[in-house]
């Protein structure tokens, strides 16, 4: 067990639909990053966030957006969604920002766009 | 980002070592080794990481050539539980800390 907890661990949706994942990091790490895992692209770096700030976008499409609350707990909102967005969803946290060498992977939530 | 290049897959028998090879020719001086793991059906995990010397810990080992260019991740014994995808990635410091992975390799264990 990690200590980065992800919700829900299963999300079935239609096309269009709007879906919000939500993460919370272990205790005291400040950083979360979102990834996504499908079987074409692998696995994607999307976005990072710290201590409330965005820091780095990775692969991420206009139709996602993420933020992180003072709690320190990150939410990745998709919207419009389309079958190739059927997918794992990784949420990570790290200790620190470019210091930190480990990050500490949740479970995911698996995405399927019907 | 520098790449990695990694044999797509390997297999092993159980208790006995693993040489997982990872090359790097365009790593830069300031990128850190890092190796993940990706168990079926679960998130990846840290296993280990290194700049220029070699590493031990309680997971693995980590041989880092003098030059740089290349890198092996030993398991000492193998167990079954040690079938994964090892990823291999290059991590430059100073900048955002994400990670890039490539397709990894596969490695069974055979009891």
């Known amino acids: 067990d990690s200590g980065v907890t992800q919700t829900p661990k299963h999300l079935i949706t239609a096309t269009g639909q709007r879906v919000t994942l939500r993460c919370s990091p272990r205790?005291?790490?400040?950083?979360v990053y979102w990834y996504q895992q499908s079987l074409d692209q692998g696995l994607q770096f999307l976005i990072h966030?710290?201590?409330?700030?965005?820091?780095a976008k990775g692969n991420i499409l206009e139709r996602f957006s993420a933020q992180q609350f003072p709690d320190l707990h990150s939410e990745l909102n998709l919207s419009s969604l389309e079958l190739g967005d059927s997918a794992l969803y990784f949420c990570?946290?790290?200790?620190?920002?470019?210091?930190?060498?480990?990050?500490?992977f949740g479970p995911g939530t698996r995405l399927t766009v019907t | 980002d520098a790449k990695t290049t990694q044999p797509n897959s390997m297999e092993s028998n159980e208790e006995e070592p693993v040489h997982l090879p990872c090359n790097h020719s365009?790593?830069?001086?300031?990128?850190?080794i890092h190796w993940y793991r990706q168990l079926p059906s679960q998130g990846p995990e840290y296993v280990i990481h290194?700049?220029?010397s070699n590493v031990n810990n309680r997971m693995a080992s980590l041989a880092i050539a003098e030059d740089r260019k290349s890198s092996t991740l030993i398991l000492h014994r193998a167990t079954l539980r040690d079938a994964a995808v090892y990823y291999c990635?290059?991590?430059?410091?100073?900048?955002?800390?994400?990670?890039?992975f490539g397709k990894g390799i596969t490695l069974s264990v055979r009891p």
């Open positions: 990570a946290s790290s200790e620190g920002d470019y210091l930190s060498y480990e990050q500490y």
């Open positions: 205790s005291g790490d400040l950083s």
């Open positions: 966030y710290y201590n409330g700030e965005e820091r």
């Open positions: 365009t790593i830069s001086g300031t990128d850190y």
């Open positions: 290194g700049l220029t």
């Open positions: 990635i290059l991590r430059p410091t100073g900048a955002n800390s994400k990670l890039t």
